[in-house]
């Protein structure tokens, strides 16, 4: 069960957190043993960047028929969390700090994974290309 919650807090890997959602799909998380996958699954349900964890998360709390505060959960608008110029001054600060004249793609993923992990998640999830998509940013910024 603790392998299950840690996967589920996992910031950095939505794929992580997905796998953790399908294994307890036939839970009941009414039950009262479930109490604590329950308020995680509610709080993914209403806060995770990626799309595909909120939403599979928001279709768990369906079924099952949680509730917040007694309100019905909503699954709301897609919303990564980071506007375009949050990943603008990311990426400058990436090419600022590795000194970066021409893009270097594999250099330039590790530093993003590293200095911004969650960010880094939720755009490789959210970009199916992307390497295409890193590339065109990385090409039109201020030198």
């Known amino acids: 069960m603790q392998t299950i919650i840690n996967d589920l807090k996992n910031e950095l890997s939505y794929k992580v957190r997905l796998e953790a959602i399908d294994k307890i799909k036939e839970y009941d998380l009414n039950d009262e043993n479930y109490a604590h996958l ?5 709080k993914l349900a209403l806060t995770d960047r990626v799309f595909a964890v909120k ?7 369906q079924k099952n028929k949680l509730k917040k505060n007694g309100e019905v959960i909503n699954l709301g608008k897609k919303n990564t969390g980071y506007s ?6 990311m ?3 990436i090419k600022r700090e590795t ?12 530093y ?3 200095i911004s992990p969650k960010m880094y998640d939720v755009m490789a999830y959210e970009h199916m290309y992307f390497d295409n998509w890193i590339r065109g940013i990385y090409k039109y910024l201020s030198k």
Do not use: V
């Not at 939403?55 to 709390?61: E, K, S, V």
């Not at 000194?99 to 590790?110: G, I, Q, S, T, V």
């Open 91 to 93: 990426f400058l600060k």
């Open 55 to 61: 939403q599979a998360a928001f279709l768990l709390c």
């Open 99 to 110: 000194r970066m004249e021409a893009l270097d793609l594999d250099l330039f993923k590790e």
């Open 38 to 42: 329950k308020d995680i699954i509610i």
């Open 84 to 89: 375009p110029n949050d990943i603008r001054k």
């Open 112 to 114: 993003f994974q590293t």
